[in-house]
């Protein structure tokens, strides 16, 4: 991949890692800076979960984040007698609905009891990996591209059908082709892309599935395949994204929780619907999953499979690696998105 002329700090923030990459123009990107560290809501969630074992208040203070096992921590917590207190915008990542949250129990207030551990919330962990950068004498770069899966702001509908029909959306504005996927600027219910945009105007966002696609892409035999047709499906901590490319037409996607696609041929049941067109949006959402739209149908000459549940849920598929580096998938999608965007 031909790369930028200046450094880019490249995260994909996923359900359970934060997958980083520090590309520099000088250097081959296999030794590039890399880090595989616990996602943001794992560390925000273990902060909590340290804190309600010691009996003490909570206060949550920052932007919007992703959810996951901050929010099981809580939920687990309040009912035991957690006293947790947020402001409006860190209280947005227990659910969007702010008279939920405070069905809860949350205390919703810009003002932290004086008692309180006062625990930052936010996907960039911009303070942290400064002091990271700082202590291995790295630089750290001025520019950033980051991916979240964001569901959006939808107080009165289900967030997996909200960002689903979002999904479908861009891509028939689009016409399937494949550079409808990139949001640049994110749309403004996008509401976790917004809050990193808030911290650095400058930077890319995008959504975690469409980097993997972008990423996977760069592995040369995904990339020979495209024109013949290719399933390209991220198997990703908490969610799987499949989608079937034909040259740069998507031909058909589908979204679903990774859990309910380890049972054994479940995957592939769904890719075969989605290949012969049969695949429907009600089909994948009643399975409590997000969705799925079909173009048309394709027969792909490969079906790639990429995140850390590739084994357990596509085995037999062809396991895409760009540069060697499976867990950095996301990143290097984020490159080629710079390339196409910012260069």
């Known amino acids: 991949m031909r790369g930028p002329d200046v450094p880019v700090l490249l995260l994909d923030i996923g359900r359970g890692t934060q997958d980083i990459l520090l590309y520099t123009p000088d250097q081959p990107i296999e030794n590039s800076v890399k880090m595989v560290l616990p996602s943001p809501n794992v560390i925000t969630g273990m902060a909590i979960e340290k804190a309600a074992e010691k009996g003490q208040p909570v206060h949550l203070a920052g932007p919007v984040m992703g959810g996951g096992k901050n929010t099981q921590v809580i939920k687990h917590w309040l009912p035991k007698g957690l006293k947790l207190s947020a402001s409006p915008t860190a209280a947005l990542t227990i659910r969007d609905n702010l008279e939920y949250v405070q069905s809860l129990g949350v205390a919703i207030t810009d003002t932290p009891p004086e008692d309180a551990v006062i625990i930052r919330t936010g996907d960039y962990m911009e303070t942290e990996l400064r002091e990271t950068f700082s202590r291995f004498g790295i630089p750290y770069p001025n520019h950033l591209a980051v991916a979240v899966q964001d569901h959006g702001y939808s107080p009165n509908m289900s967030n997996r059908k909200f960002r689903f029909l979002h999904l479908k959306e861009m891509l028939e504005r689009g016409d399937w082709n494949i550079r409808s996927l990139i949001q640049d600027p994110p749309h403004t219910s996008m509401t976790r892309m917004q809050a990193i945009r808030d911290i650095r105007p400058h930077a890319l966002v995008m959504d975690t599935g469409a980097a993997a696609i972008f990423g996977a892409l760069q592995d040369p035999i995904v990339n020979e395949a ?31 929780h990774s859990r309910v696609l380890m049972n054994d041929g479940t995957c592939r049941q769904y ?7 049969t695949l429907t949006n009600e089909e994948v959402y009643n399975d409590h999953g997000h969705g799925a739209a079909v173009n048309r149908t394709c027969s792909p000459s490969l079906i790639a499979v990429t995140g850390p549940n590739r084994r357990k849920i596509l085995p037999d598929a062809y396991q895409a690696s760009p540069y060697g580096d499976m867990m950095l998938t996301g990143c290097f999608g984020l490159l080629s998105t710079w390339m196409k965007k910012r260069v």
Do not use: P, Q, S
């Open 271 to 277: 890719l075969t619907k989605l290949h012969n067109g």
């Open 226 to 256: 495209k024109d013949r047709g290719v399933t390209i499906v991220n198997a990703g901590n908490g969610h799987t994204l499949a989608v079937t490319i034909e040259g740069d037409e998507i031909c058909g996607i589908f979204e679903h």
